[in-house]
């Protein structure tokens, strides 16, 4: 199983890199094929199979295919001439998408594991054994975050904001893109 709290912060990771290499001078990334990179490992290995059932795990490859198209794009408009308009034009045009598909991947990596944990509850509800910590964390993630990081650490106020945002935003770029159509 991939750590899918390190996946969502590598992609995170990623979209920084893509806009460093976009606005600075920064040396190149280099960027491993959707199938070799960690998640692609995961989900063309176990993933996809073991989680079949859940609608989430086909949008998120999805999602991930598209996004390592439109950052290989930004990180070959990087080794080549920046100083042709229509390139650095259609370079800007990925890293938009880069960063809209990295928010779905984030967004589809989250609903994934909630629904791994929810079938895992369910499970256990079924066997009338559930432990009481895991339907602590089912009924209050944040509160069960926060036993994990500590009161101390702003990092979960960030975390929830933060996925407050992302999903609104995507739910913003869904609605353009359909007026669109």
Not at 4 to 13: D, N, S, W
Not at 166 to 180: E, M
Request: with cysteine; glycine share 4%; charged share 25%.
């Amino acid at each position: 199983m991939i750590d899918i709290t390190i996946a969502r912060i590598t992609h995170v990771e990623w979209v920084h890199q893509l806009e460093l290499l976009l606005h600075s001078s920064t040396s190149s990334v280099s960027l491993p094929s959707y199938h070799d990179c960690e998640l692609g490992v995961w989900l063309y290995g176990d993933g996809l199979r073991t989680y079949k059932e859940i609608p989430e795990i086909v949008l998120l490859e999805k999602s991930h295919k598209t996004f390592h198209i439109a950052a290989d794009n930004v990180v070959e408009w990087h080794k080549g001439s920046k100083f042709n308009l229509q390139k650095t034009a259609r370079a800007d045009i990925d890293f938009r998408d880069a960063l809209r598909t990295s928010k779905e991947i984030v967004y589809h990596l989250t609903m994934l594991e909630f629904k791994i944990l929810q079938k895992y509850q369910e499970a256990q509800e079924a066997m009338e054994v559930a432990p009481n910590g895991l339907k602590n964390m089912l009924n209050h993630p944040w509160e069960a975050l926060k036993s994990v990081i500590g009161d101390k650490s702003s990092r979960l106020d960030v975390a929830k904001v933060s996925l407050d945002l992302l999903k609104k935003d995507l739910v913003k770029s869904y609605v353009r893109d359909s007026s669109r159509a």
